[in-house]
């Protein structure tokens, strides 16, 4: 039989994509960890890792390892902590997956009376805008919008429908034209999105006119990936196409103005989702109902 020690010590150390940051978390010495997986490669008689001074990666052994025991992992740790149901109080930590948007107006507001209630419950949000793979990446869910998911995902709705909107700051207009139609976007300043560094261009904004999806691919002045859009918007910098969601306070008071709205466009709501209905935590199950409330 495997140890099983050097099977997790070599998931967390594929997955960190670091001996030392492996390490740390694991709360053991460098060389300990490399000792570990010279013993699992030489009982193994597969090299796992290609290793120089400054960089690791996994060899094809390595990766296919990873692939098929990472998971079974994630599902024995579920299992393991579901056992804290058996706590009067509940404890333990919650790793999310999601987007900016979703992260600062739904998450956040919905999930932080827990951490005032419960102080032995940690919840750690990572906002990133791309697809995540929760399973490989030791997420316990993921947050985005609509439930086109793979079959093995439970998909839950924690939201109304999206509405987008495209606004300026009413300083921003002061003397210019505003736009009646879709290309007059073209002579403004815009705010722009871009997913990450990996992704070339910035996002296509979306409308809707005579009941079709129309795309305008943004040239802006002034680009980031994350929500400091809103207060560049703010700062009258431009034009940006937002989610209504996190400006409808600054709509409401007028330091915002919507441009465009009869062909504003309205997504599916946003969904959580994770991999499995069978031995979540009572911290898992307060955190769903939470986000499943209103």
């Not at 609509?146 to 300083?171: C, R, T």
Request: glycine fraction near 4%.
């Amino acid at each position: 039989m495997y140890n099983f020690n050097e099977l997790n010590y070599f998931i967390t150390i594929a997955k960190a994509g670091s001996f030392v940051k492996a390490a740390k978390s694991l709360g053991v010495s460098s060389s300990a960890l490399s000792h570990s997986m010279r013993s699992l490669e030489s009982r193994l008689n597969l090299r796992l890792f290609n290793r120089t001074t400054r960089s690791m990666s996994l060899t094809e052994a390595g990766d296919q390892l990873y692939k098929q025991i990472a998971p079974l992992f994630h599902s024995i740790n579920n299992e393991v902590n579901a056992l804290s149901d058996f706590l009067s109080t509940p404890s333990g930590t919650i790793k999310i997956n999601a987007s900016s948007l979703a992260t600062q107006t739904i998450l956040y507001p919905k999930l932080r009376h827990i951490l005032k209630r419960y102080p032995q419950v940690k919840i750690e949000i990572q906002s990133d805008n791309n697809w995540a793979d929760i399973v490989k990446q030791g997420y316990d869910m993921g947050c985005r919008i609509g439930n086109d998911l793979p079959k093995e995902m439970i998909a839950v709705k924690i939201s109304d429908p999206l509405k987008m909107a495209l606004v300026a700051s009413p300083s921003y207009l002061k003397n210019k034209t505003l736009p009646e139609k879709i290309s007059d976007l073209d002579h403004h300043q815009l705010i722009g999105l871009r997913i990450s560094a990996q992704h070339a261009s910035e996002l296509t904004w979306e409308f809707i006119e005579n009941g079709k999806i129309v795309n305008y691919q943004p040239t802006s002045q002034f680009t980031t990936n994350n929500h400091i859009r809103k207060q560049a918007v703010l700062d009258a910098l431009g034009i940006t196409w937002i989610g209504r969601l996190e400006v409808e306070e600054e709509l409401a008071n007028g330091t915002l103005i919507e441009l465009l709205p009869k062909f504003a466009i309205t997504y599916e709501p946003f969904y959580i989702y994770y991999p499995s209905r069978k031995g979540h935590s009572n911290v898992f199950k307060l955190v769903v109902e939470a986000l499943k409330s209103p």
